[in-house]
């Protein structure tokens, strides 16, 4: 994890929420995925509309992606960049996430995203998430097939 303008402390909260966050997005554990969120999170998902505002909207949308990838899933952070100023923090990093199919087989792809986390009483929460994938302009459709 690549770190810039951060204190030792800093790098390792920021570290610990990210990864907690990740791990808890692999295990599916939803309550646990949006402790991780301030209350007015806004955020840009790459399935779904536009934006989600707020914890609630965005948690109801976490509950419809696991009720679509019911088997085991993929969800890992790769090489993450933490620029961190006062109170404000960004995350960007690659993102490999899959799920199983109907015949057990592991699909996945790669996707991008940038977190933005803010400092509340000694806690950092994401206040902005944007997940996306890169698009063919001729063709319309997502690039699912790149490989980091």
């Known amino acids: ?27 599916k554990d939803v309550e646990r995925i949006i402790s991780h969120y301030a209350d007015d999170i806004v955020a840009f998902d ?4 536009l934006r989600f505002v707020g ?6 949308h976490w509950d419809f992606c696991m009720t679509v990838c019911p088997g ?6 790769h090489q993450p960049t933490i620029l961190v100023s006062g109170e404000l923090a ?5 993102l490999h996430c899959g799920g199983t199919n109907e ?3 592991m699909e996945s792809s790669w996707m991008r995203v940038t977190q933005c986390l803010q400092q509340f009483g000694g806690q950092w929460r994401i206040v902005h998430e944007h997940f996306s994938a890169p698009f063919d302009m001729e063709s319309g459709k997502a690039s699912f097939d790149l490989q980091p």
């Open 72 to 77: 085991p899933s993929l969800f890992e952070l």
């Open 1 to 27: 994890m690549n770190t810039k303008h951060a204190t030792a402390e800093q790098q390792q909260q920021i570290r610990s929420v990210l990864d907690d966050w990740a791990q808890a997005s692999q295990a």
């Open 46 to 49: 790459a399935v779904g509309p």
């Open 90 to 94: 960004v995350s960007y990093a690659l």
């Open 103 to 105: 015949q057990g087989q």
């Open 55 to 60: 914890r609630d909207a965005y948690k109801a």
